[in-house]
T-cell receptor, first 112, second 113 residues
Framework: EAGVAQSPRYKIIEKRQSVAFWCNPI?????LYWYQQILGQGPKLLIQ????????DSQLPKDRFSAERLKGVDSTLKIQPAKLEDSAVYLCASSSRTDTQYFGPGTRLTVL | AQSVTQLDSQVPVFEEAPVELRCNYSSSVSVYLFWYVQYPNQGLQLLLK??????LVESINGFEAEFNKSQTSFHLRKPSVHISDTAEYFC???????????FGTGTRLLVSP
């Protein structure tokens, strides 16, 4: 069974630029999560989807971050415009209704 | 709201020595508990989990953790560590049925020869 796929693995941009990350969850997993992991900290949930609907986006900085999950499968997370403090690893995870969350390899974003 | 505390940011240990990584959670409601491991430049991998039943859970590579409800703890232990166990370990909690994980700040395990 293929795991959670993410791309790109690394991205370097300058502040005020925009960036997008892509996630393909494990086949059949209805729930998809995006986390932000700042260096030295644990992952923090940004947004949770159930199929293509948003369940929780209370910690998503909506003035600059957006996410969508079209057709309830793949998802994209966008930052526009990026700030220095957005430098982090962005992790995507997926789960079935009653199972554990499985994580992708992450995208390491550096904002200069 | 649920919170998870990992008091040790770094634990240095010699190869073949025992190790314990501490984790405490805050919520008094029914909770699921997890340990994830993160190797450099990789995502998180599930190490073990407690959902219900036996309070002692084990992983395939020799780690174990014990759910202690009275002390709200879920410490991770291994009787003899290997160099390859060097990684960051994250404890996480989920209030039953909510599918939302709250992570601790992580403990870096450094195993030296």
């Amino acid at each position: 069974e293929a795991g959670v796929a993410q791309s790109p693995r690394y991205k370097i941009i300058e502040k005020r630029q925009s960036v997008a990350f892509w996630c393909n969850p494990i086949s059949g997993h209805a729930t998809l999560y995006w986390y932000q992991q700042i260096l030295g900290q644990g992952p923090k949930l940004l947004i949770q989807f159930q199929n293509n609907g948003v369940v929780d986006d209370s910690q998503l900085p909506k003035d600059r971050f957006s996410a969508e999950r079209l057709k309830g499968v793949d998802s994209t997370l966008k930052i526009q415009p990026a700030k220095l403090e957005d430098s982090a690893v962005y992790l995507c995870a997926s789960s079935s209704r009653t199972d554990t969350q499985y994580f992708g390899p992450g995208t390491r974003l550096t904002v200069l | 709201a649920q919170s998870v505390t990992q008091l040790d940011s770094q634990v240095p240990v010699f190869e073949e020595a025992p190790v314990e990584l501490r984790c405490n959670y805050s919520s008094s409601v029914s909770v699921y508990l997890f340990w994830y491991v993160q190797y450099p430049n990789q995502g998180l991998q599930l190490l073990l989990k407690y959902l219900s039943g036996s309070t002692l859970v084990e992983s395939i590579n020799g780690f174990e953790a014990e759910f202690n409800k009275s002390q709200t703890s879920f410490h991770l232990r291994k009787p003899s560590v290997h160099i390859s166990d060097t990684a960051e370990y994250f404890c996480a909690a989920e209030n039953t049925g909510f599918q939302k994980l709250v992570f601790g700040t992580g403990t870096r395990l450094l195993v030296s020869p």
